[in-house]
């Protein structure tokens, strides 16, 4: 029996567990990646663990989320991450050299190996091949320090692509269709595969662009075979040593098989607020679009502004649009002005922003209230864009740059598919290692919080209770406002739930602690630990939820919270703000809860390996290597 893409990799990396589907298994991991938002703290996480230098093959630090830097707060955290990135032999790309996902991409992609990154979209890399996967700081910082990375085995999906996009029609539309047949719940646990004749249509990029959406489905990864466009793309990089073959195995047994034929599909747009809510562009033609933003790790490649380059060419931005581009990288950003492109841009009346991640995590460009804000990015989750009162669609970079033009969604707008055969610009601003720096703390830079470690017996009320599809962005939000306290749970912990229960920390610090209680596919999105931590940190003790996210579900056990499902979700019911729940802990995998306020019980379940039930029993993952230490 062949094997697929993933079990290849994970065959060669795997560490400990068998490739049973739903068993769990640990693998090495080979690279990392941190981005500001979530790198202070996972640094600081690596410090807590005292090694003396990196274990992985190389990590990379990135500078891309928080770079308004409209405090001290920002640029104090650079500062730290420059120099710890120093001291442990971390590879630092400093702001301005573009967003993590763009240039990991560029320049350290390399087919067959396994890259952890604590940032949700890091599956990008699987465009070149890779086994990519998003995952909180903390996973992040033990695997730097050399553990390997624990997940359940997943199952594998495996998508086969016939013939090739039509003219308008763009990659963006093939991963939106994917997430209209598998919704943003139909990836949990699962890494898809694409293949098929219509793969040799998409360049490394418009791989990218899929495989970083992935993320919308829950997937644990995506990816795309290793081949002659693959190598064509690396030999432009100058990276032609990094590049290796890698092809499923013909006969390669799957566990979900899907066919989309490319000539098929149309242009589309996800509407608010959810990236699965799929509309076809004709349904939505001559609406009143009053912002355009181009860009985010999805949608900033050369190929991408060239061809909105193309479409904006002898046109002017409509008087009522405003129209924001972001280049994904320097690289990108240094070929569009060599070649003319930026030219155009700024001639159409476009305004150029820094290649970051920027206004995709609320980082400025917050549209008018009640605007449309058609953006190329990942996410449309309520609030994100930094406006409760907009609706932000999610489009190809063509029906973006033609939308921004007419000032309504439209698809009819003539152009030229762009010349991308052009040599590629190869001058990074990534600072090497020296082992000669101090570690710089700023003020705002605070030390990890401590969990205690956890009574079984557990009297507590309920905080709060949300529905299905909760992101980590109600959970913890993004934006200017809160993510210059990344590094500070204290003040960070001001801001959970805010968006949608402004008493939430009141309410904690009043019962002194409790439980969430959560609908399905609870802490879907970004993979910002903070959204576990800081809920730590006001005495959450365990999350109840019809079912979880994968990422933030590891997220919690790493800081000590309980993830419990009901056992029938219609239990969900019997529970309401506010109520007193009781049991007591002797079998993890399954209790009973009694509701005090309304005399019900109600039974829990939980799938917690045995690491898994110690890391929570020591109060988190730091506690507990402590106390190995001690052993």
């Known amino acids: 029996m062949g094997l697929t893409l993933t079990e290849k990799i994970i065959k060669d990396h795997l560490v400990s567990g068998n490739m049973t589907r739903g068993?769990?298994?640990?693998?090495?991991?080979?690279?990392?990646?941190?981005?500001?938002?979530?790198?202070?703290?996972?640094y600081l996480e690596l410090e807590a663990l005292g090694i003396d230098k990196i274990k992985t093959d190389f990590s990379v630090s990135y500078v891309d989320h928080n770079t308004l830097q409209s405090g001290f707060e920002n640029a104090d955290d650079h500062a730290y991450l420059r120099s710890v990135a120093d001291k442990y032999g971390i590879l630092f790309s400093r702001a301005g050299n573009g967003i993590c996902h763009q240039v990991n991409l560029?320049?350290?992609s390399r087919p067959g190996k396994t890259l952890l990154g604590s940032d949700s979209h890091t599956p990008t890399c699987g465009g070149a091949g890779m086994l990519a996967i998003g995952s909180g700081g903390m996973d992040v910082a033990l695997a730097m320090a050399g553990e390997a990375f624990s997940?359940?085995?997943?199952?594998i999906v495996k998508i086969e692509l016939k013939n090739k996009l039509r003219h308008s029609v763009s990659a963006k539309d093939v991963i939106l269709k994917v997430l209209e047949i598998l919704t943003v719940k139909g990836g949990v646990n699962k890494v898809i595969e694409y293949c098929g004749e219509g793969v040799k249509s998409l360049t490394v990029p418009e791989r990218g662009t899929i495989c970083n959406m992935g993320a919308e489905l829950g997937a644990t990864s995506s990816i795309f075979p290793s081949d002659e466009i693959t190598k064509e793309f690396f030999l432009k990089q100058d990276r032609l040593n990094d590049y290796n073959e890698l092809y499923a195995d013909n006969d390669a047994i799957y566990d979900e098989e899907y066919v989309i034929d490319l000539d098929k599909i149309v242009p589309l747009a996800a509407c608010p607020h959810s990236p699965d809510n799929i509309k076809p562009i004709s349904e939505l033609?001559?609406?009143?679009?009053?912002?355009?933003?181009?860009g985010s790790c999805t949608n900033s490649s050369y190929y991408d502004l060239a061809l909105v380059a193309n479409i904006l060419k002898g046109h002017k931005v409509h008087p009522d649009v405003s129209l924001g581009i972001s280049p994904g990288s320097k690289q990108v950003y240094s070929m569009i002005a060599r070649d003319g492109i930026l030219k155009t841009l700024i001639d159409s009346g476009a305004r150029i922003l820094e290649s970051s991640c920027g206004p995709c995590i609320g980082m400025g460009q917050s549209p008018q209230t009640n605007a449309l804000s058609l953006r190329t990015f990942n996410r449309n989750f309520y609030g994100r864009s930094g406006t409760m009162s907009a609706n932000v669609y999610l489009v190809s970079p063509i029906i973006a740059a033609m939308s921004a033009i007419k000032g309504y969604i439209t698809d009819d707008i003539e152009f030229e598919e762009p010349n991308c055969n052009v040599s590629f610009i190869l001058d990074d601003s990534i600072i090497y290692p020296t082992y000669s720096l101090d570690v710089v703390r700023g003020p705002n830079i605070k030390p990890i919080p401590n969990n205690e470690p956890l009574n079984k017996k557990i009297d507590k009320r309920v905080c709060i209770k949300v529905g299905d599809n909760i992101t980590t962005d109600h959970i913890m939000p993004a934006g200017a406002k809160v993510l210059p306290y990344r590094s500070n749970i204290e003040r960070i912990s001001d801001f959970v739930f805010y968006q949608i229960d402004s008493k939430f920390k009141e309410r904690c610090l009043e019962y002194k602690g409790g439980f969430i209680i959560g609908?399905?596919?609870?802490?879907?999105?970004?993979?910002?630990?903070?959204?576990?931590l800081a809920p730590m940190y006001l005495g959450i003790k365990a999350v109840i939820a019809k079912s979880f996210a994968r990422i933030h579900k590891k997220n919690l056990i790493n800081f000590g919270i309980i993830p419990y499902t009901?056992?029938?979700?219609?239990?969900?019911?019997?529970?309401?703000?506010?109520d007193e729940l009781s049991f007591e802990i002797t079998n993890f995998n399954e209790v009973t809860i009694l509701n005090k306020t309304n005399n019900k019980s109600f039974k829990a379940v939980s799938d917690l390996s045995n690491e898994d039930i110690a890391v929570i029993e020591a109060g988190g993952i730091l506690n507990y290597i402590k106390n190995k230490g001690r052993d």
């Open 519 to 532: 609908g399905a596919n609870y802490g879907q999105g970004s993979s910002r630990e903070h959204a576990a």
């Open 23 to 42: 068993e769990r298994i640990a693998i090495h991991i080979d690279q990392t990646l941190t981005q500001d938002a979530t790198g202070t703290m996972a």
């Open 106 to 108: 560029e320049r350290f």
């Open 285 to 294: 033609k001559g609406m009143k679009v009053n912002q355009v933003l181009i």
């Open 151 to 155: 997940l359940l085995m997943p199952k």
């Open 566 to 578: 009901f056992l029938n979700e219609r239990d969900y019911d019997l529970v309401n703000l506010g």
